[in-house]
């Protein structure tokens, strides 16, 4: 059995590009959700259509949410 599944034997590299690739799930995730919503509304209320949100999640958005994981993971 190996023991580089274990986490606690991830390197500094392997961490880091599992927090950003967790940090990009939760900004996709969140903009889906938000599409989601405007699309209920728009097919609940037809004379009141929401425009969809145009936007693309950028580097510097999943670095700043990678950083809030690494330092609630590292809390004492």
Known sequence: MSTKNNNNNKSGFEIRADLLCQAEGILSSNYH?????????????????????????????????????????NEK
């Open 33 to 73: 959700r938000e599409v989601d919503a405007i699309h209920a509304h728009n097919d609940s209320f037809p004379n009141d259509k929401r425009p969809l949100p145009l936007r693309e999640i950028t580097g510097e958005e999943v670095i700043k949410v990678a950083r809030q994981l690494n330092e609630f993971v």
